[in-house]
């Protein structure tokens, strides 16, 4: 039985309940039928740890007391799913405003306004109206879900939370005499405040490990380059 905190592998499919439209998926299949397929998009199994969020509220808390090897089916509320419409959320803007912007304001058209994404409702005179909420708030959810496997490797762990954490899949982990090495494919060096929280999320997710280190892995196409200037 799965319990909190436990590092699971998952595979999964959501739906708005109503109308039955997959809009997040695991499995390539179903992405490429429900016209959700992402060519730059990594499908297949995931790993969570129970409890951290790290999957819609609904889902995560869903994933608790289950077994392993079984398919479940699960509604998700509005309040654990992407939260209840918020009428605040709703604004009503100048037409013009579009129009200066070169956008042709119509009727489900997503726009970014001073940084906040909505989508068009209405447009009637002069006036043109927005909802900022998220795409998915008020609408019941439906998931379908499989545990694959209870992951104890340690290695995994590490790896699974820079993947929740920073969406990093090349990431190489080595652990020994509780120590984590972490070699980390980037152009850019991450901010200290960052490194911290996840040195600390690994530290506490991830008991068997006492210290943290990053090391940047320089992409071997660059680092050829590089040896071929100094030549």
Known sequence: ?????????????????DPDV???????????????????????????????NQVIKGLDKSLEGKQ???????LVE????????????????????????????????QVNMDGRIGTIKTVSGGRTLVDFNHPLSGK???????INRIVDDDREKVKAIMDMSLNLKETEVEIKDKKAEIKMKIKQDLPKPV??????????LVPSVKQVDFIKKQDEKLKEKQQEDKK
């Open 22 to 52: 997959v809009f997040d998926t695991t499995d390539e299949k179903k992405a490429k039928e429900s016209d959700l397929y992402d060519k730059n998009a990594t499908y297949g199994p995931i790993i969570v740890c129970i409890g951290e």
């Open 68 to 74: 392993t090897g079984k398919n479940y089916t699960v």
């Open 195 to 204: 490194l911290d929280v996840i040195k600390n999320k690994i530290t506490e």
């Open 78 to 109: 509005p309040e654990d799913g992407f939260g209840k419409k918020d009428a605040k959320l709703i604004d009503l803007i100048a037409t013009n405003k579009f129009i200066k912007q070169n956008i042709q304001p119509m009727p489900g058209l």
């Open 140 to 146: 019941q959810l439906e998931y379908e879900f499989k």
């Open 1 to 17: 039985m799965i319990n909190k905190k436990d590092f699971v592998e998952i595979e999964y499919t959501g739906k708005v309940k």
